[in-house]
């Protein structure tokens, strides 16, 4: 298999997506911590020249040779490659597609901005645009759990990339967003444990480097 590596920073749900999947299929790669909240290394033109042109991360390099971007196009790379969690024939691809869309638009689309907000920005936020991400997400939460109270999994009745890219940010302690998903959707909850039992699970602060905010380690141990 391929060497991985991944830009990424612990705090970051939209690279936990790419770190997850590496993890879950038993990938060899690395976590490559990028300084986002001090240096804003994302907004250099450095980096918008030479990584990643869209300015984030998650970035995977695969073997030194090839880069790709965006967590959507990174997960289906991976489970093409791997042959795991891959949605079988094409009205499962189609169905995969369309939740991992309303996911980044939609669910952690909102929820990533609103703990953002909440947690790391440098001036305190606005009432007014939290409490308006804060209700498209919890909205857009219910639909997923009714999903979930029909079916084990987002598409059908085994875990597929649609899952991975949904749980985005949603191992992040409940304080972090000041209410209790798990407690709120209950369905979600109970899918949140199915994807935690999967065999290499791992949370996202002890798969990519940078927790707690401010520090650089990575299990405890400093990276370079
Ligand atoms: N749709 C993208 C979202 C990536 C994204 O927004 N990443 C954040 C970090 S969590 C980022 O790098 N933001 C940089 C910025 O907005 O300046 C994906 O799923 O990969």
């Not at 984030?56 to 490659?81: C, N």
């Not at 790391?120 to 997923?144: H, S, T």
């Amino acid at each position: 298999m391929s060497d991985y590596l991944l830009y990424c920073f612990a705090q970051s749900g939209n690279a936990y997506r790419a770190a997850l999947m590496l993890n879950l299929i038993g990938a060899t790669w690395k976590a490559q911590w990028l300084d986002f909240f001090n240096a804003g290394v994302q907004r250099t033109a450095d980096f918008r020249e030479t990584i990643n042109e869209m300015g984030e991360v998650p970035v995977l390099v695969i073997d030194g040779k090839k880069t790709l971007t965006q967590s959507g196009v990174i997960l289906t790379y991976l489970a093409r490659h791997s042959g795991k969690f891959l949605p079988q024939g094409e009205d499962e691809e189609l169905e995969v597609l369309r939740w991992m869309i309303f996911d980044n638009q939609k669910v952690n689309g909102f929820l990533g901005p609103y703990r953002f907000l909440l947690n790391f920005a440098r001036q305190p936020a606005d009432p007014a645009v939290l409490a308006f991400l804060k209700g498209r997400a919890d909205g857009n939460l219910g639909i997923v759990n009714k999903r979930l109270e029909k079916s084990p999994f987002l598409v059908g009745d085994k875990p597929t990339i649609a899952d991975i890219s949904m749980c985005a940010y949603l191992f992040y302690p409940a304080d972090e967003f000041k209410f209790d998903i798990r407690k709120d959707h209950p369905a979600i909850s109970a899918w949140l444990d199915r994807i935690q039992a999967l065999p290499n699970w791992a949370h996202p602060y002890d798969l990519m480097a940078g927790y707690p905010f401010g520090t650089q380690l990575l299990n405890g141990k400093p990276v370079s």
